[in-house]
């Protein structure tokens, strides 16, 4: 590793560790959680990009691990899906503003999580990453909408006109996602169809399945 | 790829696991569903919490043993949610007597804005919905300790709305003549509510 490099990483884990501690502080806790758009759309996605800072700064020291432990980042996806299904559940955001315990395992999935994220991403398969790209948009509009119709209060801790905000919110990620992800398909460079990075990954697939079936 | 797997579930199984617990059993979504079926499941009991009613008179939840009891948590300036609450509290008020039901039964409003609701406003809520002050009666708790005590073990959520007055999970609490916090309903849902005193009594 260059010195320029070790720098540009120490910097970035710097990045991340600043972050979760910046959101950690009970100022920016209180404000951030005072609001469901704060907590969910800011605060818990801010947690997933600071354990993204921390995760790819460890990508390359991990290599060899993640090879065997998280081949084409089907572990690291797992991790990712789970946290997401975890704090898409109403109860579990109200659960964080009551009970310590419930927060302290928000600051900590939510980090890992991204962690996990920045650790997998190379290693997908792209019709694999692309049908998760297609799922959080989905998922984001199917959201979007119970937030929005639902006649009833779904958390405790929140104001009715605040969950339609949210539901809001989250239509308008999904549809950014949508376009975004959308624009990279139609006019992107073609590496959003690529065979994923990793080289090693990639041969022994094509050599074990590609040979076969050919 | 069998470490991968293994992996992968083991993963699987600990947020499955930790997904299992914070819905119930995936059958409780929200804090509002978790109480309801929890109370179900277990009745629970209540703190013995000294309120005072609109006469001024000093009682607790434990002087009610003996009646099936119905709480609601109100604020006196209230001008939505409790005059629903309001509304559905006369309905079972007048089916409650007509059931001749009246002696063993209480329906009790409880304000949780102990800062602007003293017996005065207390006497003023009752008379614009009609409580009678005898079947049915307003009362706060006596203190912000007793407050928090009552509002944590019925676990009801207060929140300010931001224009001055609250908001909070608005709803008919049914305790049993043991004193138990036995089931919760929503407003319009009277029938049960009646159904559920009946089957106590």
Known sequence: MSADRATAAASQAAAGAGLITALILPFSRGRLEASLVGHVLVQMPLLGLAGWLLGSVLEEKLDNIMERWNRFGLAGFTLVIFTMLFWMVPRSVDSAIEYTGYEVFKFLSLPCAGAALALSCQRAHAIFAGALKANLVSMLGVLAWLYTAAPVRLCNSYLASDQKMLGAGMALLSAVLAIYWGLGLLFGSGTAMAPPQKTRSTLQTRGRFGGRSL | ?201
Request: proline share 3%; net charge negative.
């Open chain 2, 1 to 201: 790829m069998l470490r991968t797997a293994i992996a992968a579930l083991t993963i699987a199984s600990v947020f499955g696991a930790a997904l299992w617990h914070g819905t119930s059993g995936l059958r409780a979504f929200t804090t509002e569903g978790a109480r309801r079926l929890s109370v179900m499941e277990q009745p629970r009991s209540l703190p013995d919490v000294r309120l005072i009613d609109m006469d001024g008179q000093e009682l607790t939840l434990a002087d009610e043993i003996g009646r099936a009891v119905v709480v609601e948590f109100i604020y006196a300036t209230c001008p939505t949610i409790c005059v629903a609450l309001g509304e559905s509290f006369a309905k079972l008020q007048d089916q409650i007597r007509a059931a001749g039901l009246a002696d063993r039964t209480r329906l009790i409003s409880i304000s949780f804005d102990l800062v602007h609701d003293g017996s005065e406003e207390l006497r003023t809520y009752a008379h614009a919905h009609g409580a009678d002050g005898r079947l049915w009666i307003t009362a706060r708790p006596e203190n912000n300790e007793g407050l928090r005590a009552l509002l944590k073990a019925f676990g009801v959520t207060v929140i300010p709305d931001g224009a001055g007055g609250f908001v909070h999970n608005a709803a008919l609490q049914v305790v049993d003549r043991q004193g138990r916090l036995i089931a919760i309903f929503d407003i319009g849902e009277e029938p049960q509510v009646f159904a559920a005193i009946r089957r106590r009594q």
